[in-house]
């Protein structure tokens, strides 16, 4: 894809008034890198190859091309364009145990964390989906596996992580 842009002239002097990116191409051997080093962020090359049936060799050029791309900056994994992170706020109802439910959800992939905390919300849940049907699909198993114990949900997304 090519970048677009309109511009506008004034004294002839071009201004660009909005530049568009192409969208990231991330395959699932890309995705299983990332998995790995959500687990284990210091994962040696030679490991991650290991864990996901190619050599180090290949490892190590995809790794470079995420970085050149920006989908892993600084060390730090971007999703940009390959899925989203969203933080799903939960009201429990009376009488139910918050910390065994918390410790349910928290081991369910695509849930990085749980957190109880105050306010209007009993916990919140950090998690990362491939889009928003995965998250759909998350939030139902959540009200699914606890019917009578969610009382509400509000779910923001992350727009950018600093």
């Known amino acids: ?4 842009f309109h511009t506008s002239s004034t004294q002839s ?3 660009v008034l909005f530049s568009a990116q192409p969208m990231v ?5 890309d995705r299983a890198i990332l998995a790995v080093l959500r687990d284990s962020a210091r994962a040696p090359f030679v490991d991650i190859a290991k864990q996901v049936g190619v050599t180090e060799r ?13 989908v892993v900056r600084g060390y730090t994994i971007r999703e940009a364009g390959i899925g989203l ?7 429990i109802g009376p009488g139910t145990e918050i910390g065994t439910l918390a410790g349910e959800f928290s081991t369910w992939p695509g849930v990085e964390c749980v957190y109880e905390v105050s306010g209007d919300a009993d ?7 491939d889009d928003t049907v995965a998250l759909r ?4 198993e959540m009200w699914l596996a606890a ?7 509000q779910t923001e997304l992350v727009l950018e992580q600093y």
Not at 85 to 91: E, F, G
Not at 123 to 129: D, N, R, S, Y
């Open 13 to 15: 002097t071009n201004k």
């Open 58 to 70: 290949t490892v190590r050029t995809r790794m470079r091309r995420m970085e050149d791309v920006g």
């Open 147 to 153: 019917p009578g114990e969610i009382s509400s949900t």
């Open 123 to 129: 916990l919140v849940a950090v998690v990362h989906v």
């Open 1 to 4: 894809m090519s970048s677009s």
């Open 25 to 29: 191409e991330v395959d699932s051997l």
């Open 85 to 91: 992170t969203a933080l799903v706020r939960l009201k």
């Open 137 to 140: 699909g998350l939030l139902d």
